[in-house]
T-cell receptor
Framework: DAKTTQPNSMESNEEEPVHLPCNHSTISGTDYIHWYRQLPSQGPEYVIHGLTSNVNNRMASLAIAEDRKSSTLILHRATLRDAAVYYCILFTSGTYKYIFGTGTRLKVLA | GAVVSQHPSWVICKSGTSVKIECRSLDFQATTMFWYRQFPKQSLMLMATSNEGSKATYEQGVEKDKFLINHASLTLSTLTVTSAHPEDSSFYIC?????????????FGDGTRLSIL
């Protein structure tokens, strides 16, 4: 299964943008990049996903490198409620399985 | 939309008891459901994939006789931890996929915290 690598933790000040990186150098042509976040004692919450082009939704933006070997989740204005563990996952068509990595624990400072 | 409900959210029971956890898709039909477990400060670990009307597919190292999975309808999957022991204490999370479109994201329940005394 293709793997992702993320920094263990990051900090951001409230109301500032946050860029969460993810490396996935073994990504194959049909793998989608999915991002989730998990608050304490809750299940993961879907954030965004993409294949090749950059994607935007109400929660975040996803910037995908041209070679697709890395991507960045962008939170445009971090709030205290954005403090969570963020997971970058490669989704492989056919297996439908998610293999979670260690994720990035985001701390937002007031 | 796309809500997954998990029940119970928290259970404490004695060693040797069997515990059933339910996972329901409330507003969509889930052809595939997944079961994960998560230990404190660790990531989610996929236990098994469950397709409606067929046997579950277990990940390597997960005992299928210990963790019984039933996916009898398109909106309900159950995980039964049989003869639970303290080492089975964990946070169990289910997720569900809607339909068969390949890139559809999974929707997760809020988890069940299981504590075995």
């Amino acid at each position: 299964d293709a793997k992702t690598t993320q920094p263990n933790s990051m900090e951001s000040n409230e109301e500032e943008p946050v860029h969460l990186p993810c490396n996935h150098s073994t990504i194959s042509g049909t793998d989608y990049i999915h991002w989730y976040r998990q608050l304490p004692s809750q299940g993961p919450e879907y954030v965004i996903h993409g294949l090749t082009s950059n994607v935007n939704n109400r929660m975040a933006s996803l910037a995908i490198a041209e070679d697709r070997k890395s991507s960045t989740l962008i939170l445009h204005r971090a709030t205290l409620r954005d403090a969570a563990v963020y997971y970058c996952i490669l989704f492989t068509s056919g297996t439908y399985k998610y293999i979670f990595g260690t994720g990035t624990r985001l701390k937002v400072l007031a | 939309g796309a809500v997954v409900s998990q029940h119970p959210s928290w259970v404490i029971c004695k060693s040797g008891t069997s515990v059933k956890i339910e996972c329901r898709s409330l507003d969509f039909q889930a052809t595939t459901m997944f079961w994960y477990r998560q230990f404190p400060k660790q990531s989610l670990m996929l236990m098994a994939t469950s397709n409606e009307g067929s046997k579950a597919t277990y990940e390597q190292g997960v005992e299928k006789d210990k963790f019984l999975i039933n996916h009898a309808s398109l909106t309900l999957s159950t995980l039964t931890v049989t003869s639970a022991h303290p080492e089975d204490s964990s946070f169990y999370i289910c997720s569900a996929r809607e339909g068969t479109v390949s890139n559809q994201p999974q929707h997760f329940g809020d988890g069940t915290r299981l504590s075995i005394l």
